[in-house]
């Protein structure tokens, strides 16, 4: 497909470069309350949920230009276009498609104006890449449901508000996938419990999250009762090509190449050593190839086409970059990288380095595991039998 841009798109990328360039040098960045002047910014130009209905308070924007204005913000290194991650990736479309009038007033406006954080109870010990046979329960009880069970790899469950949530209704359905009922649960609801996870850097991304007799009012039920499927997949898919993603990943490498620049290895500039100039080349690769099945996913979304899995793909090349740039990184600082996980910054470049080694899990287990994305590619674009 041709992606050249039309007139209005080249347009309008010339609009978010100046306004980045405007409001992302480094003086404003280093302004006090630089991070609640730019939401404020981007929210007013109704870049926040920037693809959704101008009728809930988005921009009304286009595939393509949602993909200039992901990529463009990437190349500048501008901050998130707002901050509840889940609410506008996830949470937002989904109420927007399933949710009553009533839900759509109520989440929708703090979604967009960053109020709190929600979290996505989905995958349960044993079920993580099998999410259809989920077993934490929900039993209507008047105009409550009440919940048990557990959830894992919750990501931010820890200072989330809300969580949109997965349960079982339904245990003698012939599809696993019916019975499946989709809830919004408040964090501070009665009998939940949230246990981090701490990684090796010694953040807590993830939670366990435990359910004993929670109850949830009724109305807080997404879309109709046993069709909860539905809902996350409708959920799921909003997920973008990933072109925005790529854009930052270059980044990453240029930072990559840098460091090779300026450090030393077996008595050469790092940058020198065929051993590590190959792998520098392959991550180049890699990153192409993931442009290019971007836009092939992208080429499917604007000709209105059946979406397949080829974000896998990008999401499994992902974990691999993401464990290959600290282990080459660490590779070349030697004995400057012994200040892993320490409070210390008087390492290279403040210790980004090794403490993103140790940080790699967010970006590896989040959005499922390579292996899960592998199962993925080998089922739903390979056609080979399920594993």
């Known amino acids: 497909m041709d992606f050249k841009l039309t007139p209005d798109e080249e347009a309008f990328r010339d609009e978010v470069r100046a306004f980045a360039k405007e409001n992302l040098s480094p003086e404003a960045r280093k302004s006090p309350g630089f991070l609640a002047n730019w939401l404020k910014k981007v929210r007013e130009k109704r870049w926040v949920g920037f693809n959704w209905p101008e009728a809930y308070g988005g921009g009304g924007g286009g595939i393509m230009e949602q993909v200039i204005l992901k990529e463009e913000m990437a190349k500048a290194g501008a901050p998130p276009l707002g901050l509840c991650l889940m609410g506008l990736q996830w949470v937002g479309p989904a109420i927007i498609e399933y949710g009553t009038e009533e839900q759509k007033q109520k989440f929708l406006p703090d979604i967009l104006d960053s109020k709190y954080q929600w979290c996505t109870g989905y995958s349960e010990p044993g079920f993580g890449s099998d999410l259809a046979s989920l077993q934490c329960k929900a039993v209507r009880d008047g105009d409550e449901y009440v919940i048990n ?40 609801s009665p009998g939940i419990e949230v246990r981090p996870i701490k990684n090796m850097a010694g953040g807590s991304l993830f939670a366990e999250v435990f359910f004993e007799n929670v109850r949830v009012p009724v109305e807080n039920l997404l879309g109709d009762e046993g069709k909860g499927w539905a809902v996350t997949v409708s959920a799921l898919a909003h997920e973008r090509s990933g072109i925005s993603e790529v854009a930052g990943l270059v980044r990453q490498l240029e930072k990559t190449v840098e460091l090779a620049k300026h450090t030393r290895h077996n008595g050469r500039r790092a940058s020198e050593q065929p051993s590590i100039r190959r792998r520098l080349a392959k991550a180049d690769t890699i990153i192409e190839g993931m442009r290019l099945n971007g836009q092939r996913f992208l080429t499917k979304q604007l000709k209105g086409e059946p979406l397949s899995s080829e974000t896998s793909i990008n999401k499994l090349h992902r974990a691999f970059l993401a464990i290959e740039f600290g282990d080459l990184a660490l590779e070349m600082l030697g004995n400057a990288s012994q200040y892993l996980g320490s409070e210390d910054t008087s390492g290279v470049d403040q210790n980004l380095w090794p403490n993103g080694v140790l940080d790699w899990p967010t970006v590896v287990i989040g959005g499922g595991t390579p292996n899960i994305q592998r199962n993925i590619i080998a089922e739903r674009i390979l056609g080979l039998p399920k594993d």
């Open 149 to 188: 069970g557990q959830k894992i790899w919750t990501s931010i469950a820890s200072w989330s508000k809300w969580m949109i949530l997965l349960t079982r209704t339904d245990f003698n359905t012939a599809d696993k996938h019916d019975g499946i009922t989709c809830l919004l649960v408040e964090m501070d």
